[in-house]
């Protein structure tokens, strides 16, 4: 059994993705509580997955499975280096949190869910550790069509109109790969990334330019899905407009492109060439400059979700200054920042997907909802001071790895300055943002909590007159003046408690924090890790001389009758 | 140009003589006919006229690929222009129909 | 045999279809072919209309020699009349009354008269006992809608009626 | 080596199919009205293209020296098909026509068409 | 004029045709904008394997088995990938736009009130029965 | 082991403690630093430490050296009796679990910061305090002037923090370590570094934003909103410390030199002055107080600044003082307002009749904040007067600092009269809303504690604090022993000297400064307050948020177009980089040119033509999809011509595919394009430049290309297909085995679109959009005599139905060796189907054929998926071809390839995907036939 595991290691969170997707059709559309297992059983086997490639390649193993047993670079290869360890075990992590999320809450699933949430699966999985450029490109698709599908989950306006922007750009982002990829193969020869490094290393000056447009190319692509200035502008629409399980889903998203981005500058591009350089230097002054910005859109924010989707576009800006500065250190500081800032935007999406249930989305919700909401705000803080990068969170730690990798770095002032500003607009943000949803006490708030605790909204436009009475009168207002002012105004909330249901919403963001504290508590192997990660990652010969060497096992010898074809 | 004929006549020397000339004046004119069906796409009038006007191309196209197919003495295109002559006429109709009565699908 | 052959014409054709696409007669493709031709009829024949009953394989013939023999001269016709002037063209609709009952019928009619040049089958009356031909030239329409029905409509009446 | 009466058959089917085509596109092109278009090309065309196929069976069945039929199947289908395309095109410019036209025989045996409704 | 330059103009002419439609701002000239674009990348894949005329890569008996005697088939294959995959979301932009339409009443690709969004109907009530 | 405590308190901070249970652990920490003691003072160093960040050689390490020492007891000791004080001072309906674990959490912050052992962790600690303090002064949510007051205050310390962050990790840089000893003792190097000015500003920028000094002490008396025991403890005795320490845990490797002195001692010594000024003119008792913080706190940054080791002794012993009564105050000032319900000195008077214990224990403190004899804040006052007096690096300064001294200690007479004149005595109280009373008893204790702390300190020096004062002392100057300490005595009486005379001149000017300011412009009466940067403050918030709001509009300004072009912009920008940067382009062409026949440039037109009909058109929808069709049939004609068979089948099925899906959906969407509105002339014409630098772009790249020779992996292709593949279509066994994986993708994203367009259109019904069009349901109006639907049609579908299915599954079984494949005939399969729809209306052919495409879509990809995994039975990976010839009687050997399984799942998923799209479509107009 291990030994089948190992073997097939690469494959697995593929297959496994897969074959869940096509039992959950196969069972039927209305069987959703088979299908809704055979998801469980999946993701129990992908966290398997997960764990088995982060032990066995901290151990120093990488994996290279050849597709179809054709050898590289003719057939398509997999490979699970570190990188891709972190990011399956991180993948399936959140897939879990997700489901979990999913099943506690009380909306129904909408319309093919469960397939189309194995095949986003499958696609991450696929995208990250699939070695070849061309397949990679696939299994974007594969992963932007169940997004497509994940975002139209209950098909609204708003959803419809933040699908029309988002699929038309990726399409768009889908053309220029293609050109990217195959005008790679028009001056090379070949596909496989690997390969690509040493064709690209050994081609004559004249054909750089045109390797140089197909890297540009494809930074171009790769930065329209890490959502970098000036292509980062269909994020945070598309994020507020998903369903806020989804929008968690999303969090991994951003994080292909930056993958993506690494195999660029270290594998394809690796260190030392002309090209590299100056793809650094763009970088460098995109990545940044992308920090800025989604901190100012940050502070703007007027919800949750646009705040969080501005985190998310922060934390991409950071993520690649550290990979275009290049360091090992950081390097190693970005994979630490990638797995921090992926699960504590999970968790603020769950966590505002909790808020969304009062309706209190977009104003706030104050502490008039009961203990539930003191647990969310806890949460909040939580998520948000990972994200913002308050001390001694996951967020911080990353960053201050990334600044002191990048303290000999000729950008340091630049990167500096630009990181600690964005920083400080990040805490302000989160800092304005959480005192309003859980400080605040108007009108808004009660009215989230009445809905919280299913209280007819019918009676709400005649009875104008409370909302004088929700301005602080007292300095010494309670916990429970909330639940008093409603009961004296005489609303009884119809569905005594809505404990259970939010209780359970609150399980999956719990899960969440308790990673994120982990993280930081045991930083310690998990920094060894990612520090092992970022030293395979500068040495791009690991990984050429891995999938390359691999040989395919011999095949019985067929006898083939007839040669051809009779024309 | 005369470059370019002689190449196409070395592509085609399989062929005998007349068929030879016969396949480049059949080519040519299949070409023209080509054109002439754009030319008719592009006046118009009547959208009716341009579905005509495609639909032609797709008989002409198919009439040049089982040309070509002659001329570089492959069989390997047989199946497009069969996949013409079967289904070809479908978009036409569909268009026909969506002129007729909008919904194509009732 | 009509459970499990409900359109034996169908599956004859599609055996002939399937040695057509192989362009052989080799044992295998028989076969298989033959398997195909009965198996896909069983699904498809559930949207359909009207069983075709053709008899008289003899006339089968002798329509489509016409036909072919039709298609050549008005081709000819036609060709020239393209390429003569335009003032000469007197294009025209006509009706023309069908004494043709089965669907297959009526379409094949329509498909000779659209096959041979010069003249069109636009469309069939709403109650289907008109179909509207558009003739190129007309000089006498009567004439047009008597070489029709004798020349096309007599023989479709024979093998499907 | 073709033989020449060979080669002159197909080199014959090829030019006749050509210009039956050809003829036919130029009078979708050149005649002034869509019901006088419409006639060239859905027959023209048809004629041209199976002149074409007969080359074609002709060629491929000496070049691989067993008969080759499969083009018939493409005529076959294209006579079955092209009909449907011209009568649905047919069909919707006759709306753009908007007019009734009068059946000859109404007049004798059954009135006018108006009368029929 | 060399075969190369000519398809070369030819995709060129393509992309900048699709690239001017996709940036109409409605569904519709999008999704026509979108299909000329993947026409001229599935061409320019195409010819990433170089022009090869009368080679298709179907192996014949005794022809040696090198790319002067055939197309290149891996940009063939590749096209296939990127005309299914662009194909498909075509269909999903195309069900998209409809749902858009049905849902603002109109078929702009943004909402309503940004600068140039002309509401050409009211807004169509699609309704979604339980 | 003492760390262990503190990792307790912070993880305990987390969960909800009642507030005993937050005395007991926080007596429990100060037992525990009590045992440590007399290590200390035999001068060791207990130290803790486990790994916890290599990538930055950081671990988590906790030491406890003598200032360290002295900050823990006052963490410690005050924090327990904040506790036990906070216990009476909440209200019945204030949250004490959240109150007391916020406590906890930010007290073990702040001893992380002076336990922390290498620089990161103090970082780390040093934000947490912010953070927990934030949370602390906004304890009171409701309160617009809380939730103010604590983002202020979390925004102007975490600027600091951030700036430390940045200070630390160049000193990590310069240093090569973090750690705290590595770092103290290397002076030098530090000093010497070209970065040691950056690393000094920011560092000094954390201290001052942290202790509130000159310029950005703004947001300490905006911070007192908070719960009294918030202030008493945060705003006293710790958090505005941490600062100071800071400066003090620092100061043996920054200080010592000129940008040092100059910097600290003019900071310290605005801030004392301006501090001590403003506090005469509050209102608010506890405004009054932070003010005279912020004044206390430039007075201790200012003794660290005149950077003489005696002033540092002398900053030292005034943080034990300050900290000792200034707590002490604001318990009282609690006290008062917890009795009164007020805090406002015009509104307080006379309530020495009411409380006269707690007025003797606050006129006792405000004695040791105004430097009375006797009392702890003589002495290091005193000792300030001399280090004052001893400044003699500057000759103007030496002249002002004893004067600014001195009417810094006037000041703080004169606000310390203030707060006992004209809280306890003064006349009668005015318009109080309870009647005040002396408090519970055990509220008072912890203020009791404290003003008998003053006392004790203040008439016996030597014998209290002198040890802790030594041991502290020592370990920020960082000496190794005691004996290298600088001379000093702790005493009441030095003699006559000019320190005393200034104690005197202070003494007396202040007394005389409060009466006179009473009598002239009665200070009840003063409303504006000088000086306030809140306003600043405000402004400078504004108008980032304003300025970002801006900004992200200005961007983000919801338009596709606008997003569109960036992306093709910021591509066409960065091909032009490439070339730019990599001159040498097209220098050799060594492969022959072909030149093109005129057949092939005819066609090239033709296509081109059509695109550009396609565009010209584009208003009339139709009329442009036709013109797409012709350019898309030039396109199959080029894959006929250039050799690609398979890829001509293709595009000819999915364009006629692609159509039939555009023309089912146009039905529902306006069947002209509007034109934008007036004057956006210019935008045509800049996205037609925009799409020809595109075109001439991919030209450009397709040419280069082309005249380039080529070395691929594609031989090994050809030579394999056949021998190892399997099959004579190169072209085929690539996809279904050497790439197959693609495909498995592919269809994956095709059965995808299926499910989406079903998902997403599922249910809504749409009436058909006519526009103003004479197309569609109009007919139904003017010519109903008109079938609907065409016998012709109907009965050539049914016959070409079993046909288009046969030829399916030929190019099925066929597609190996030539041209075909499931992918191909799936899509045969699925016009052969739409043939069927459009002949017979949907209802009819899904009566007749029971479909659920999207399980179609399932068993295709499983039947792939598992054709996949077959190929684990026998050990080899995923997708694995294999294939046998099974020799059949009167057949021969018939090859079955594993790849055919795989290909069915391939025709499966496309007829399913597709359909499904389809049938959707289609059913978006059938009110009726939904409800049956
Ligand atoms: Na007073
Ligand atoms: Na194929």
Excluded at chain 1, 233 to 240: E, V
Excluded at chain 1, 423 to 439: E, N, Q, V
Aim: charged fraction near 10%; charge should be positive.
């Amino acid at each position: 059994m291990m030994a089948f595991a190992l073997q097939h290691l690469a494959i697995l969170p593929i297959a496994i993705a897969l074959l869940a997707a096509t039992l959950t059709l196969v069972v039927g559309e209305r069987r959703l509580a088979q299908q809704r297992a055979i998801a469980w059983i999946a993701i129990a086997l992908l966290l398997s997955c997960g764990a088995l490639a982060v032990l066995r390649t901290s151990s120093g193993e990488m994996f290279v499975y050849l597709m179809s047993n054709w050898r590289a670079p003719f057939g398509i290869a997999l490979a699970v280096d570190k990188l891709t360890a972190i990011m399956l075990l991180l993948t399936s992590f959140i897939g879990a949190v997700v489901m979990a999320a999913q099943t506690s809450s009380r909306r129904p699933v909408g319309t093919y869910f469960y397939p189309l949430f194995m095949l986003q699966l499958m696609g991450l999985n696929g995208a990250f550790l699939t070695a070849d450029l061309f397949n990679l490109f696939v299994f974007f698709e594969v992963l932007l069509a169940a997004s497509y599908g994940m975002l139209l989950q209950h098909p609204d306006r708003a959803r419809t109109n933040a699908a029309t922007h988002y699929v038309v750009i990726n399409l768009l982002g889908s053309a220029l790969f293609l050109i990217a990829a195959s005008l790679l193969y028009g001056v090379t020869g070949t596909l496989n990334m690997a390969d690509l490094s040493l064709k690209i290393n050994a081609l004559g000056p004249q054909s750089r330019a045109l390797v140089a447009v197909a890297g540009f190319t494809l930074l171009v692509v790769f930065a329209i899905k890490a959502a970098l200035l000036p292509l980062n502008f269909w994020l945070t629409g598309t994020y507020r407009a998903a369903a806020l399980p989804v929008a968690a889903l999303f969090a991994l998203m951003t994080k292909v492109g930056v993958v993506a981005i690494v195999r660029t500058l270290t594998l394809i591009y690796p260190d030392g060439s002309a090209i590299h350089s100056h793809m650094s230097q763009a970088l460098l002054v995109i990545a940044p400059l992308t920090m800025l910005m989604a901190a100012c859109g940050a502070l703007s924010a007027r919800d949750v979700s646009t705040l969080i989707g501005w985190s998310v576009v922060g934390s991409a800006g950071m993520l690649v200054t550290a990979i275009a500065i290049g360091e090992p250190k950081a390097l190693s500081g970005a994979l630490f920042y990638l797995i921090g800032s992926t699960v504590a935007t999970a968790l603020l999406f769950l966590n505002a997907a909790s808020l969304d249930q009062a309706g209190a989305r977009v104003t706030s919700v104050g502490e008039a909802g009961g203990r539930q909401w003191a647990w969310t705000g806890a949460l909040f803080v939580i998520g948000g001071a990972a994200m913002a990068g308050v001390p001694p969170l996951s967020g911080f730690i990353g960053k201050a790895t990334i600044l002191a990798g990048s303290a000999s770095h000729s950008a340091q002032v630049w990167v500096w300055t630009a990181v600690l500003l964005a920083g400080m607009l990040s805490i302000l943000a989160y800092a304005r943002m959480g005192s309003r949803l859980f400080w605040k006490r108007d009108a808004a708030l009660v009215l989230g909590a009445c809905r919280a605790w299913g209280v007819e909204s019918e009676n709400w436009p005649q009875r104008g007159r409370f909302l004088p009475d929700l301005q602080p009168h007292s300095p010494a207002m309670g916990q429970k003046d909330g639940e008093n002012w409603i009961a004296a105004v005489g609303l009884q909330p119809t569905i005594p408690k809505s404990d259970r249901l939010l209780g359970a919403s609150l399980v999956p963001t719990g899960v969440l924090a308790i990673a994120l504290v982990c993280l930081t508590i045991f930083a310690a192997p998990v920094q060894r890790f990612t520090d092992q990660a970022a030293a395979e990652l500068k040495r791009p010969q690991i990984m050429i001389g891995n999938v390359l060497g691999k040989l395919p096992q011999q095949k019985p010898v067929v006898p083939v009758p007839v040669t051809g074809v009779n024309k | 140009m005369s470059s370019s004929i002689s190449a196409f006549i070395a592509s085609s020397s399989h062929l005998g003589g007349f068929t030879m000339y016969a396949a480049m004046f059949g080519v040519t004119a299949f070409v023209i006919a080509l054109a002439l069906n754009l030319y008719r796409l592009i006046r118009g009038s009547n959208t009716e006229d341009r579905i005509l006007a495609l639909d032609t191309a797709y008989i002409n196209s198919l009439a040049l690929t089982v040309l070509l197919g002659i001329v570089f003495n492959t069989a390997v295109f047989f199946e497009a222009a069969l996949v013409i002559a079967l289904l070809g006429f479908l978009g036409t109709v569909v268009m026909a129909k969506f002129l007729h009565q909008g919904d194509i699908v009732e | 045999m009509k459970r499990w052959i409900p359109q034996p014409l169908v599956s004859a054709m599609l055996l002939l279809v399937w040695l057509a696409l192989n362009n052989t007669l080799h044992a295998a493709h028989l076969l298989l072919g033959g398997l195909l031709a009965i198996a896909i009829p069983l699904w498809t024949s559930r949207v359909s209309i009207g069983k075709p009953k053709p008899r008289q394989l003899l006339t089968v013939i002798a329509l489509a020699c016409i036909v072919l023999y039709d298609i050549i001269k008005s081709n000819i016709d036609v060709a020239i009349l393209i390429l003569g002037p335009e003032k000469n063209i007197k294009p025209s609709f006509v009706w023309v009354p069908l004494d043709l009952t089965h669907p297959h019928a009526k379409a094949a009619l329509a498909g000779i008269i659209t096959m041979t040049p010069g003249t069109l089958s636009s469309d069939f009356s709403e109650d289907g006992k008109y179909l509207l031909v558009h003739a190129l030239n007309v000089a006498d329409a009567a004439a047009l809608v008597a070489t029709i029905k004798a020349r096309y409509e007599l023989p479709l009446m024979e093998i499907f009626e | 080596m073709m033989p020449i009466w060979l080669d002159v058959l197909i080199a014959g089917f090829i030019v006749i199919g050509a210009v039956f085509a050809l003829i036919g596109s130029y009078g979708l092109a050149k005649l002034g009205d869509f019901v006088k278009r419409i006639h060239g090309p859905t027959k023209a065309s048809t004629l041209g293209v199976g002149a074409v196929l007969m080359a074609s069976m002709l060629y491929f069945s000496f070049t691989t020296k067993s008969p080759s039929v499969h083009e018939l199947l493409i005529v076959l289908f294209l006579f079955l098909t092209a009909p449907v395309s011209a009568h649905m095109l047919m069909r919707a410019a006759r709306l753009r026509l908007r007019e009734s036209i009068p059946r000859l025989d109404e007049s004798e045996n059954r009135g006018t068409a108006d009368e029929r409704r | 004029m060399s075969l190369a330059l000519l398809v070369a103009l030819g995709v060129g002419v393509l992309m900048a045709c699709g690239v001017y439609l996709l940036l109409r701002a409605r569904t519709f000239d999008m999704v026509l904008g979108l299909t000329l674009v993947s026409y001229a990348v599935n061409l320019f894949i195409f010819f990433m394997g170089r022009l090869a005329v009368g080679k298709a890569p179907i192996i014949r008996a005794g022809v040696p088995e090198t790319l002067t005697n055939y197309a290149d088939p891996l940009p063939q294959a590749l096209v296939l990938t990127a005309i299914v995959i662009s194909f498909g979301m075509t269909a999903v932009l195309l069900a998209i736009a409809v749902r858009s339409h049905a849902e603002n009443g109109h078929d702009h690709v943004d909402e309503e009130g940004r600068s140039g969004v002309a509401v050409d109907t009211p807004p169509i009530p699609g309704r979604t029965p339980k | 082991f003492l760390g262990a405590v503190a990792l307790l308190f912070v993880g305990n901070g987390q969960r909800k403690f009642a507030g005993w249970l937050a005395g007991v652990f926080t007596l429990a920490g100060f037992a525990l630093l009590l045992t440590l003691a007399p290590m200390v003072w035999n001068g060791e160093v207990p130290r803790f430490r486990v790994e916890w960040l290599p990538s930055l050689g950081v671990g988590f390490g906790l030491r406890l050296d003598g200032l360290a020492f002295l900050f823990g007891g006052l963490i410690l000791g005050i924090g327990a009796l904040v506790v036990l004080y906070g216990v009476y001072y909440l209200a019945d309906n204030d949250p004490p679990a959240r109150f007391f674990a916020l406590l906890l959490f930010f007290m073990g912050a702040m001893l992380g910061v002076v336990l922390a052992d290498n620089l990161i962790l103090l970082v780390v600690f040093w934000e947490l305090t912010s953070l927990s303090s934030f949370l602390l002064i906004g304890f009171w949510r409701h309160r617009e002037d809380a939730r103010q007051g604590a983002r202020m205050a979390l925004a102007v310390t975490g600027i600091g923090g951030l700036a430390l962050l940045a200070g630390v990790l160049l000193i990590g840089k310069v240093v090569g370590s973090y750690d705290l000893d590595v770092v103290l003792a290397s002076k030098v190097v530090l000093q010497q570094s070209p970065m040691f000015v950056p690393i000094l500003l920011l560092v000094l920028l954390g201290a001052f934003t942290k202790s509130a000094q000159f310029p950005f002490h703004f947001w300490l008396p905006h911070a007192m909103a908070a719960p009294t025991p918030v202030s008493a403890y945060l705003h006293s005795a710790t958090m505005v410390k941490a600062g100071v320490f800071l400066l003090a845990r620092l100061y043996p490797a920054l200080g010592d030199n000129d940008v040092w002195f100059w910097i600290v001692s003019t900071v310290g010594m605005v801030t004392l002055l301006m501090g001590a000024v403003i506090a005469i003119f509050q209102h608010d008792l506890k405004g009054l107080l932070a003010y005279s913080t912020i004044s206390h706190l430039g007075l201790i940054t200012l003794l660290f600044g005149l950077d003489t080791p005696l002033a540092v002794v002398a900053g030292v012993f005034h943080i034990i003082n300050h900290a000792v009564f200034k707590a002490s105050l604001f318990m009282a000032a609690g006290i008062i307002d917890h009795e009164t319900g007020s805090r406002d000195m015009r509104q307080l008077n006379g309530l020495w009749k009411s409380m006269p214990i707690t007025a003797t224990l606050a006129i006792v403190a405000c004695a040791a904040m105004a430097g009375v004899p006797l009392v702890n804040g003589f002495l290091s006052k005193e000792m300030f007067f001399m280090e004052a007096t001893a400044v003699d690096t500057h000759r103007l300064l030496q002249l002002a600092m004893p004067i600014a001294a001195t009417i810094a200690g006037m000041a703080s007479v004169a606000y310390s009269l203030r707060f006992i004149h004209d809280v306890f005595f003064n006349g009668e109280p005015v318009g109080l809303s309870k009647t005040p009373n002396e408090p519970p008893r055990f509220m008072r204790v912890p203020v009791e504690i404290l003003v008998v702390l003053c006392l004790v300190v203040g008439v016996f020096p030597a014998y209290t604090v002198g040890p802790l004062l030594s041991v502290a002392a020592q370990a920020t100057l960082n000496l190794p022993s005691v004996a290298q300490m600088p001379q000093y005595t702790l005493a009441i009486w030095h003699g006559f000297n000019l320190p005393l005379l200034m104690s005197a001149i202070a003494m007396a000017g202040g007394v005389t400064v409060y009466v006179l300011l009473q009598r002239k412009i009665n200070l009840h009466t003063v409303v504006k307050l000088p000086g306030d940067a809140k306003v600043l403050f405000d402004v400078f918030i504004e108008n980032i948020t304003v300025i970002a709001g801006a900004l992200t509009r200005l961007t983000q300004n919801g338009s596709l177009q606008r997003y569109l072009l960036l992306i093709i912009i910021t591509a066409i920008a960065g091909g032009v980089a490439a070339v730019w940067l990599y001159p040498a382009v097209g220098v050799t062409s060594s492969v022959p040119m072909e030149s093109a026949n005129l057949m092939v440039v005819a066609i090239a037109l033709v296509g081109i033509i059509a695109s550009i009909g396609t565009v010209v058109m584009y208003r009339e929808r139709l009329t442009a999809l036709i013109f797409m069709g012709a350019a898309g049939l030039v396109v199959a004609l080029t894959f006929v011509y250039f050799s690609a068979p398979d890829l001509a089948l293709t595009q000819l099925l999915v364009e006629v595919v692609s159509i039939i899906l555009m023309m089912a959906t146009l039905n529902f969407l306006p069947k002209q394009s509007k034109p934008e509105a007036a004057g956006r002339r210019h935008v045509n014409w800049r996205d037609a430049i925009i799409a020809s630098a595109a075109g001439l772009g991919v030209s450009w790249i397709v040419y280069q290309v082309l005249t380039r020779p080529f070395n691929s992996i594609s031989p090994y292709y050809l030579q394999t297909t056949v021998p190892q593949g399997g099959g004579a279509n190169a072209v085929n066994v690539i996809i279904v085995d050497f790439r197959g994986f693609d495909t498995l993708g592919e269809i994956a994203v095709l059965g995808m679109a299926g499910l989406i367009v079903a998902l997403l259109l599922r249910g809504l019904i749409v009436p058909a959009s006519n526009g103003n069009s004479p197309f569609g349901a109009a007919f139904e109006a003017k010519m109903p005599e008109v079938a609907r639907q065409s016998l012709l049609l109907q009965v050539i579908s049914t016959l070409l139905l079993p046909v288009a299915i046969m030829v399916s599954i030929y190019f099925y079984l066929r597609g190996h060796n030539l041209p075909g494949g499931g992918f191909i005939a799936g899509l045969i399969f699925a016009i052969a189907l739409i043939l069927q729809y459009v002949a017979f209306g949907q209802a009819r052919v899904e009566a007749s054929f029971k479909l659920d495409y999207g399980k179609w879509v399932g068993w295709g990809l499983l039947a792939a998926g598992l054709t996949g995994m077959g190929s684990w039975l026998v050990g080899f990976p995923f997708l694995t071809s294999t294939f046998k010839y099974f020799s059949v009687p009167l057949i021969g050997a018939v090859p079955i390839a594993s790849a055919m399984f795989f290909d069915l799942g391939v025709f499966l998923c496309v007829i399913g995907g597709t359909m499904l799209a389809l049938a959707t479509i289609g059913r978006l107009s059938q009110p009726a036939k939904e409800a049956a």
